[in-house]
Antibody, heavy 119, light 106 residues
Framework: QVQLHESGPGLVKPSETLSLTCSVS?????????WDWIRQSPGRGLEWIGR???????SYNPAFQSRVTISVDTSKNQFSLKKTSVTAADTAVYYC????????????WGQGMLVTVSS | DIQMTQSPSSLSASVGDRVTLTCRAS??????VNWYQQKPGKAPDLLIY???HLQSGVPSRFSGSGSGTDFTLSISSLEPEDFATYYC?????????FGQGTKVEI
């Protein structure tokens, strides 16, 4: 059973960097699939942020690209999201997810983590 | 970006009703549209992928159809656990985008 679990600070100050990690269990990241970050907020709904393949290939939503980095640590079976210079508009529930190949079909999701941007 | 527009934004129904939710893409998405169910405080769950393929474990009362720009999700006979918010999502082109959701209420 594939399980994903987000972790990281739940509160980030404006202009600082948001950092989240997704731990994967029940499946080795190195076996394939793409690993995605998605966020959800009342004002913007569900937004796809970007994805990474276990070999490090990434693809980003242009709306986030300049301030987002997704990386993978295969030794820990984890992948991560960093977003710099956050504002209150980045307050959202952040999800990690898995999609087969480059299909963009999100078949497994983490439970989600609320990140609040506030001083 | 491809915009996904869902209608209605909410609907009221009863157990046993048949309901149909619609989703329109701003440009052709072939059959690359997926549907998710979300309950409060939970992550979305994949119901239908590639317009009409039922995800493993999803009850057969759920069905999807459509191609190009117009898609539908149907629930043949509502069960109590089906009251939730439903989202369509296009996976035709990056960036992937979601509709704003349809809330199915009792």
């Amino acid at each position: 059973q594939v399980q994903l679990h987000e972790s990281g600070p739940g509160l980030v100050k404006p202009s600082e960097t948001l950092s989240l990690t997704c731990s994967v269990s029940g499946y080795s990241i190195t076996r394939g699939y793409y690993w995605d970050w998605i966020r959800q907020s009342p004002g913007r709904g569900l937004e796809w942020i970007g994805r990474i393949y276990h070999r490090g290939t990434t693809s980003y939503n242009p709306a986030f690209q300049s301030r987002v980095t997704i990386s993978v640590d295969t030794s820990k079976n984890q992948f991560s999201l960093k977003k710099t210079s956050v504002t209150a508009a980045d307050t959202a529930v952040y999800y990690c997810a898995r999609s087969p190949r480059e299909t963009g079909i999100f078949e497994y999701w983490g439970q989600g983590m609320l990140v609040t941007v506030s001083s | 970006d491809i915009q996904m527009t869902q209608s209605p934004s909410s609907l009221s129904a009863s157990v046993g009703d048949r309901v149909t939710l619609t989703c329109r893409a701003s440009q052709s998405s072939s059959n690359h549209v997926n549907w998710y169910q979300q309950k409060p405080g939970k992550a979305p769950d994949l119901l239908i992928y590639a317009a009409y393929h039922l995800q493993s474990g999803v009850p057969s009362r759920f069905s999807g159809s459509g191609s190009g720009t117009d898609f539908t999700l149907s629930i043949s006979s509502l069960e109590p656990e089906d009251f939730a918010t439903y989202y369509c999502q296009q996976s035709h082109d990056v960036p992937y985008t979601f509709g704003q959701g349809t809330k199915v209420e009792i």
